[in-house]
């Protein structure tokens, strides 16, 4: 078995990744399976490829269900077994689970340039000169459409970690970090951001604004 990992902090990139390595395989005949049923084991579900006259691309975008027991599976294993399996994540895996994966695997890593955590960290109130230099940086090499989606996204996170931050999946290292942004915004400044991004998003869709001047916008009336 061909084993391929997408990973990193650049999701979009390696989401584009994964949907080419599906196209391709229906282009060449192949069954796409998605694996997510936690209620069976990934090795029963790839053993059972033996059963069918196919050729399968597996998917895998829940690494929860790699676990150690696995992993070790996967690594005896991984010659006796046909078709490919690509785990998609859409962050950066630890080192301590790569070391976990059979060492033939490919491993692709996706990574935003570091000018981007620049803007997201810096986007706060009374700070708007500097996220408006630093965004226009990064909008020289960067498709607009993927600032704003990764803005937006960071906003959700804030709103996030503000109102129940003991729900909030990530890291303490990065929770602590998005807590601390968070209560640089008081809560209508927040809210007020979080439904000019929403009404951007609309009005660039239908052609009635561009995502650029709606991010100016925002960046000089409530970061100011």
């Known amino acids: 078995m ?26 060449r005949g192949w069954e796409v399976k998605k694996i997510y049923d936690n209620s069976q084991k990934l090795s029963e579900i790839l053993n059972g490829v033996s ?28 010659n006796k077994i046909d078709g490919t399996l690509v785990i998609y994540h859409k962050d950066l895996i ?7 994966l059979p060492v033939s695997i490919k491993k692709e890593e996706y990574r935003l340039p570091k ?27 960067e498709p607009i459409e993927l600032v704003f989606y990764l803005l937006a996204n960071h906003v959700r996170d804030l709103f996030w970690v503000r109102e129940e931050i003991k729900s909030v999946p990530y890291p303490t290292w990065r929770v602590g970090k998005l807590a601390k942004q968070a ?13 000019l991004l929403a009404k951007a998003d609309i009005k660039s869709k239908t052609s009635q604004d561009n995502l650029s001047d709606a991010l100016d916008f925002i960046i000089a009336t409530k970061l100011e």
Request: no cysteine; proline share 2%.
């Open 183 to 195: 209560n640089k915004f008081d809560k209508k400044a927040l809210d007020e951001i979080i439904e």
């Open 51 to 78: 059963l069918f006259n196919k050729v399968f691309l597996f998917i895998l975008d829940d690494i929860s269900l790699l676990n150690k027991n696995e992993s070790v599976w996967l690594k005896n294993n991984i």
């Open 115 to 141: 000018l981007v955590w620049s803007f997201l960290e810096s986007f706060y109130p009374k700070n708007g000169k500097n996220v408006y230099f630093i965004y226009h940086e990064l909008i020289k090499n």
């Open 94 to 100: 630890p080192q301590t689970y790569l070391k976990l």
């Open 2 to 27: 061909k084993i391929i990992l997408l990973h990193g902090d650049n999701s979009l990139k390696s989401y584009e990744r994964l949907q080419t390595f599906v196209d391709v395989a229906k282009k």
